[in-house]
């Protein structure tokens, strides 16, 4: 790696929202460390796509709802970091994988429960801890969480309280990380034309429908609306964003 790149690390990178960071990250100049979870096919393309940026890539699996695997995966990132760019330390944290699941209050079960708090919560706050001592001074975090914070339906109840701890985890990063002068901020996207929860933002036309009619901007957002925000904030310019939650959503629910 070149030492005048700077490094990022996102989460969930194969495909969706984290593809769309890691190219806008890699136009900017970053290299790129990501995970996947078990699509290594369409992380092999992500990682040929920096390549082609003239950036440097590598992507590892990792299951974010399995917090006993991490010590060996900031490991795995440490050594190939000392190798390849001369010391073990990293600038840009993105956490940004996930998984959709809904179900009602009624009907949610404690397994489901789990599975959504280990991944969109736990997940984050221990992988965060462990990735700190190799997080450069001066380096940003930014944790995705969704406009389902602020506005809601029904059957999001378990999914977005997750993605509530999460915000209120990012303000504590925050307050805690400003003498390492280290950023935290969260994005908040709105429905998304991702594979998430089942790809029926991107597929399902009487909820794409639904979706543009209750945003002000009248579409359903596109992964292309959100990376380069989170390219932005790990730019300088945007070193005194701090703390804050931003919404991308076109103004869904406005
Ligand atoms: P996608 O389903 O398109 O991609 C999910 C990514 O997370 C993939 O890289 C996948 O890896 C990885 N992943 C899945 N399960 C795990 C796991 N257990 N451990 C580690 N990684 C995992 O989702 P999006 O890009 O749409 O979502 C990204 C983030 O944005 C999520 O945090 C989601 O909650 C949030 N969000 C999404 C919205 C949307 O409408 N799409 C709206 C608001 C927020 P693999 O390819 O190997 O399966």
């Not at 440490?78 to 990293?90: K, T, V």
């Not at 969109?120 to 992988?127: A, E, Q, R, S, T």
């Not at 309280?161 to 990380?177: F, H, P, V």
């Amino acid at each position: 790696m070149s030492t005048k790149s700077k490094i990022a690390l996102v989460t969930g990178g194969s495909r969706g929202l984290g593809r769309d960071m890691i190219v806008n990250l890699a136009k900017n100049g970053n290299n790129i460390i990501f995970t996947y979870h078990s699509n290594k096919s369409e992380a092999d393309k992500v990682v040929s796509e920096v390549l082609s940026l003239g950036q440097k890539a590598v992507a590892y699996p990792l299951d974010l709802g399995n917090i006993k695997t991490f010590d060996s995966f900031v490991q795995q990132v440490s050594e190939y970091l000392s190798e390849h760019a001369g010391s073990p330390n990293f600038d840009y944290l993105i956490n940004n994988a996930g998984v959709g699941l809904y179900g009602s209050v009624t009907d949610t079960t404690e397994d489901v429960f789990d599975t959504l708090m280990n991944i969109h919560f736990k997940g984050v706050y221990f992988l965060t801890q462990k990735l700190l001592p190799l997080i450069n001074d001066g380096g940003r975090i930014i944790n995705i969480s969704s406009g389902l914070t602020r506005f809601t339906f029904p059957n999001v109840s378990a999914y977005a309280s997750m993605k509530g701890a999460i915000e209120t985890y990012t303000r504590s990063l925050a307050k805690e990380l400003g003498s390492r002068q280290i950023t935290a901020n969260s994005i908040a996207p709105g429905a998304i034309a991702t594979d998430f929860g089942g790809g029926s933002t991107k597929s399902d036309k009487n909820k794409r429908n639904a979706v543009a009619s209750i945003t002000a901007l009248g579409r359903v957002g596109e992964p292309e609306d959100i990376g380069g925000v989170v390219a932005f904030l790990c730019t300088s310019e945007a070193g005194w964003v701090n703390a804050q939650r931003i919404e991308l959503s076109g103004g869904m629910m406005v």
